[in-house]
């Protein structure tokens, strides 16, 4: 694959694999009794992905639980890396994944603000300079110097949300999260989004509803137990989708 400037995102012939170990054993007893006969299963998350995503646009990634979609997008973040291909990413890159990922559940929300940014990759300095405003957005109040581990899913979305978009990314990753806390913060956090995307920001976000993805994206990608399923505008990809779900059976 050519890498060029028009596009944020390359994936190339990537898959993901994971070993799913059977018979787990619990006691040293076992393990000794048991040594080197433990099954081991290959389990393949994605396979063959090949993804051109460009810059500035808007790319939503849909499919049944269990399709992948979460893992890609821990593998764009580097979170995971291949097991064979490769991804090439261009630019700054903040991701919003699991409600709590990056933050100590003893650390004041204040304190996971620095835990979360330096996790991004960002300065002191320059977490210091958005602090009030990522405090104001998360419209966390008093709570901002409590310990995490006494909030709500709610307020874990709000801080999360707050600190991956103001740390100016040039490539914003979410994963499922608009989906918790009150229906004011999620229509707060989709005009935060349209501003990125006013400012040509490439934005990847995983979703289990179509309508979010025909109102907020340029392209979308159907994964199904682990492969592109289709790609190419959202509203088309979204009615291929939403017609397979139509004729499934489960």
Same mark, same amino acid.
């Given at each position: 694959m050519n890498r060029n400037g028009i596009n944020a995102v390359e994936i190339s012939d990537?898959?993901?694999?994971?070993?799913i170990y059977q018979n787990r054993t619990r006691s040293i007893k076992e393990r000794l009794i048991f040594w080197g006969r433990q099954h081991v299963e290959e389990f393949w998350a994605l396979k063959n992905i090949n993804l051109l995503v460009p810059t500035g646009?808007?790319?939503g990634?849909?499919?049944r639980n269990g399709s992948g979609k979460s893992t890609l997008l821990k =593998?764009?973040?580097r979170i995971l890396y291949p097991s064979r291909g490769q991804i090439f990413v261009k630019g700054r890159v903040s991701t919003l994944l699991e409600l709590g990922a990056g933050f100590h559940p003893d650390f004041?929300?204040?304190e996971n603000i620095f835990l979360n940014g330096s996790i991004l990759g960002f300065s002191r300095r320059e977490i210091n300079l958005r602090l009030n405003d990522i405090i104001e957005f998360a419209e966390l109040g008093d709570?901002?110097?409590n310990p995490v581990r006494n909030y709500s899913s709610g307020m874990y979305m709000r801080l999360g949300f707050s600190v991956a978009v103001h740390v100016k990314p040039d490539i914003l990753l979410i994963d499922e999260v608009l989906a918790v806390g009150d229906l004011a913060f999620q229509e707060k956090c989709l005009v935060r989004i349209r501003d =990125?995307?006013?400012?040509g920001k490439t934005i990847i976000f995983v979703t289990h509803s179509p309508a979010q993805v025909r109102e907020l994206c340029d392209l979308a990608v159907w994964l199904d137990h682990g492969e592109i399923r289709s790609f190419g505008a959202a509203e088309q990809v979204v009615a291929d989708y939403t017609a397979f779900l139509g004729g499934a059976i489960y």
């Open positions: 990537v898959w993901k694999k994971f070993n646009k808007t790319i990634l849909i499919g =593998l764009v973040s004041t929300g204040r709570f901002i110097d =990125l995307q006013k400012q």
